[in-house]
């Protein structure tokens, strides 16, 4: 005979089975731990066995030290030309400047008969400005540019680079070209390439040999047009900008 139904192994349907509750998601992880920082930003300390960047040394600057002067004082006194603070670096103890050697330099001849200037990029010894009336009674004054030759140069330095014509069209006359070979001679213009233009016409240009011949540090210190006065040798030019 078939048993009944055992109805305590079948769910009631009045009272169905509770449904199994699902886990709450834990807390959300943390941006920061994920970077390697904590919460304030810090980075935590470095796993074992990895070396810890270590910060750049700092190399103190030497100050200039009397034998270091000694040797500026002799370089400068040696050169040809102008000593620029680049050529004085390898001579000195590394961390000691250049620029303060020379400019302590100069501080000790400042107020002699001889002081170093700075010309041309670099610095050389010159004699003292104010001295220059009583020693021209006894020193042999060098030749004096022609007074053409004066007028190129003042326009050359002003305009350059220019051209031979464009320096004609400024002056306003011919200019020779034995002219421009006598500032060539002298070491006071030199060629500057070709002009795009043509027949491709010579470019001129001063040389630093002009800027230590007339005491100019570089070309900005030249003088404007307006600050200087007519005198015999220096006239002042027309103030036209030549066509480039």
Do not use: C
């Amino acid at each position: 005979m078939p048993m009944p139904p055992d109805h305590e192994d079948q769910p009631d349907a009045e009272h169905p089975a509770p449904l199994p509750q699902a886990e709450e998601p834990g807390p959300a992880p943390d941006p920061s731990e994920a970077s390697g920082h904590d919460r304030e930003g810090v980075t935590p300390a470095i796993p074992s066995g990895e070396a810890a960047p270590q910060p750049a040394a700092e190399v103190a600057e030497l100050p200039p030290s009397p034998e270091a002067i000694r040797l500026a004082e002799a370089l400068v006194f040696a050169s040809a030309t102008p000593v620029t603070p680049a050529r004085l670096a390898p001579l000195l103890p590394p961390g000691m400047s250049a620029a303060a050697v020379l400019g302590a330099l100069a501080a000790e001849y400042a107020g002699h008969g001889v002081t170093l200037v700075n010309v041309a990029g670099g610095f050389a010894f010159r004699t003292a400005e104010d001295l220059a009336p009583a020693l021209t009674r006894v020193v042999e004054v060098p030749r004096r540019l022609p007074r053409v030759a004066m007028e190129a140069l003042a326009i050359i330095a002003w305009h350059q680079p220019v051209t031979r014509a464009e320096i004609e069209e400024i002056r306003g006359t011919a200019l020779s070209q034995t002219t421009l070979e006598l500032l060539l001679e002298n070491g006071l213009v030199a060629p500057r390439g070709k002009k795009e233009a043509p027949g491709r016409p010579t470019l001129w240009a001063t040389t630093p040999r002009f800027l230590e011949q007339f005491g100019l540090a570089s070309l900005r210190d030249l003088p404007k047009r307006e600050e200087l006065l007519p005198e015999p040798g220096l006239p002042l030019p027309e103030p036209v900008q030549a066509p480039r």
